[in-house]
């Protein structure tokens, strides 16, 4: 790890976090109430390990395979693991050992493979915004019905909705339909609070729509590496 490597990652940490106080600021909001993740997708333990050192404890994988076997390599038991992407049902068991917070619950399937998880995983029902059914997610008017099998589960325990703005169209208006989405879930599950939203490129609009947690790669971790 060289040192310039080093001043560039912290430097584009606090270039993204002084970005998340303001927007915070414009809405009217503290900075305390949203928690980043950062995505460290395609990169090596090493950076983990540089970013935890610098202050960061979330982080966020999207592949099971490599996320399993970066948290066994980084082995910090101060850090939280979150894990963003789709989940194939029958690696859901797999994912919660590591994984203290799923973001990606979709469907029942899923609720059932958690059900017996001790301690609960943490989890967020993500809604799709795009017509396209393989983007992961769940249409907003399926959420509700969800939402009440993930409360009857003793395995899981629902923190909020996650979505993924989509790309090319405006991403307020994105996150203003998640804002509803969890409005409407509160009816059902009051404490269920959380708002996953927010990428490298719209995490402002995301909090000013409410986002309480952060999704955050590139802007932090510069460009993930070609995967191989
Ligand atoms: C990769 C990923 C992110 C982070 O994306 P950036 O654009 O690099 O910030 C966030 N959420 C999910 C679900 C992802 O797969």
């Not at 993204?16 to 305390?32: F, L, M, N, Q, T």
């Not at 948290?71 to 797999?94: N, S, T, Y």
């Not at 989890?123 to 008017?141: A, H, K, M, W, Y």
Request: glycine share 8%; proline share 5%; net charge negative.
């Amino acid at each position: 790890m060289s040192s310039g490597q080093d001043v560039s990652l912290a430097e584009r940490l606090e270039t993204v976090r002084a970005g998340i106080s303001d927007a915070a600021k414009d809405a009217g909001r503290s900075a305390a109430d949203i928690t980043t993740i950062v995505v460290t997708k395609f990169h090596p333990a090493s950076i983990v390990r540089e970013l935890a050192a610098l202050g960061v404890r979330d982080f966020g994988e999207s592949r099971h395979q490599e996320a399993r076997s970066k948290v066994a390599e980084v082995a910090d038991p101060e850090l939280v693991w979150h894990f963003v992407g789709q989940v194939q049902g029958k690696k859901a068991r797999q994912i919660a050992e590591y994984a203290r917070v799923i973001h990606s619950l979709d469907r029942e399937s899923l609720v059932q493979a958690l059900s017996d998880s001790v301690p609960p995983v943490e989890c967020f029902i993500q809604v799709n915004l795009t017509e396209d059914p393989t983007r992961g997610g769940i249409e907003p008017s399926l959420v509700l019905p969800l939402a009440e099998r993930v409360l009857e589960s003793t395995g899981l325990r629902l923190l909020g909705v996650m979505a993924v703005a989509p790309l090319g169209s405006e991403p307020r208006h994105a996150f203003a339909r998640v804002r509803g989405a969890s409005e409407l879930l509160r009816t059902v599950a009051p404490e269920a609070v959380a708002i996953s939203a927010g990428m490298s490129g719209d995490y402002r609009e995301a909090v000013l729509e409410g986002a309480t947690h952060l999704r955050i790669g590139t802007a932090i971790t510069g460009n993930r590496p070609i995967a191989g």
